[in-house]
T-cell receptor, first 112, second 117 residues
Framework: TQLLEQSPQFLSIQEGENLTVYCNSS?????LQWYRQEPGEGPVLLVT?????EVKKLKRLTFQFGDARKDSSLHITAAQPGDTGLYLC????????????FGTGTSLTVIP | EAGVTQFPSHSVIEKGQTVTLRCDPI?????LYWYRRVMGKEIKFLLH????????ESGMPNNRFLAERTGGTYSTLKVQPAELEDSGVYFC???????????????FGQGTRLTVV
């Protein structure tokens, strides 16, 4: 059973376009993190959201945590080729110990 | 400051052989985690050390997997004997505090790609 569903799985867009990646679950999380992973590297943390309804901005990236703490979204404005990579969401729960539950990831390609 | 390092970066072994993966966490990080990603699936938790003690090993697939962290520094993950379904990328991560806490960041290594043939 997949705890965190990410969509879309693959996304290929032109430079300058906007995009949104979704991370959905039927479970409630105490916090949710977004990572970006490049080939041959490990995931690198982008942001942590902890409060229901929270919105965080990181330059052209906007992260939102759902009011019910079950879902999250990542919006990229004016995508650039450097944004290309695998985007992963990971949730931590009050009753899940210290482990993260990862989504399957969204592979983003930004075409120059 | 050095990040989390893993060795080897790639390993190809035959079914039935033994492989040992190593992880060196960031210095001073008491919490160390092993995760695994098999082809087409999500990254899944294997186990968590606090210093040298196993805090949670609920994600270990079976008794062919043995993780150790002697002295609370580096950790090893041994697979013996390896099976085809063990192929995947094994990630190690470390953190100062446990990752269940809201503002704790876990730092991941580059992973070891294991291929069992």
């Amino acid at each position: 059973t997949q705890l965190l569903e990410q969509s879309p799985q693959f996304l290929s867009i032109q430079e300058g376009e906007n995009l949104t990646v979704y991370c959905n679950s039927s479970s409630v999380f105490s916090s949710l993190q977004w990572y970006r992973q490049e080939p041959g590297e490990g995931p690198v943390l982008l942001v942590t959201v902890v409060t229901g309804g929270e919105v965080k901005k990181l330059k052209r990236l906007t992260f939102q945590f759902g009011d019910a703490r079950k879902d999250s979204s990542l919006h990229i404005t004016a995508a650039q080729p450097g944004d290309t990579g695998l985007y992963l969401c990971a949730g931590a729960g009050w009753n899940t110990g210290n482990q993260f539950y990862f989504g399957t990831g969204t592979s983003l390609t930004v075409i120059p | 400051e050095a990040g989390v390092t893993q060795f080897p970066s790639h390993s190809v072994i035959e079914k039935g052989q033994t492989v040992t993966l190593r992880c060196d966490p960031i210095s001073g990080h008491d919490n160390l985690y092993w995760y695994r990603r098999v082809m087409g699936k999500e990254i899944k938790f294997l186990l968590h050390f606090v210093k040298e003690s196993k805090q949670d090993e609920s994600g270990m697939p079976n008794n062919r997997f043995l993780a150790e962290r002697t002295g609370g520094t580096y950790s090893t993950l041994k697979v013996q004997p390896a099976e085809l379904e063990d192929s995947g990328v094994y990630f190690c991560a470390s953190s100062q505090a446990r990752t269940g806490l809201a503002n704790t960041e876990a730092f991941f290594g580059q992973g070891t790609r294991l291929t069992v043939v």
